[in-house]
């Protein structure tokens, strides 16, 4: 009796374990996704700022004018897609570890996560509709100069 007791209790702090874990990582996870997002924001506006000066400006030396107006749009694509692909790894891995926490099967805790259906996806298109309007701005203001 003593060692199925002893051995029922171990299993509960392995779970709780597992279950600490879970939930630091997926909090980690989400935090990860929306600096993501700010620096890609932050860096944006850097860039729409430069781009309207250097389109308002008419004392600027053509060649330096025209080399920048068709490469800040490709930096700023170029940063757009990798902050996208940043913030999607962080959201695959919550669901990957949205996966491991189901698999523990234990509901003594509360879940570290919103459903899988209607909230999920609902929280992770604000993350992501950004960088893919940004994207795509700049591929068609990449065409335009």
Do not use: H
């Amino acid at each position: 009796m003593f060692f199925k007791t002893k051995e029922c209790k171990n299993n509960i702090d392995e779970k709780k374990l597992r279950y600490d874990a879970i939930s630091t990582q997926i909090a980690r996870e989400d935090d990860l996704a929306g600096k993501r997002l700010t620096w890609i924001i932050t860096i944006n506006g850097f860039l729409f700022a430069s781009l309207s000066f250097l389109v308002g400006g008419k004392d600027l030396d053509s060649d330096f004018t025209q080399f920048f107006k068709n490469f800040i749009p490709f930096m700023g694509l170029t940063i757009s897609i990798s902050g996208l692909c940043g913030v999607i790894a962080a959201y695959c891995q919550i669901y990957y570890l949205v996966d491991q926490w189901e698999q523990l099967n234990d509901e003594r805790w509360p879940r570290p996560f919103g459903d899988k259906k209607a909230s999920f996806i609902l929280g992770v298109l604000p993350s992501i509709l950004p960088p893919i309007i940004l994207s795509v701005m700049w591929f068609y203001l990449s065409w335009s100069y």
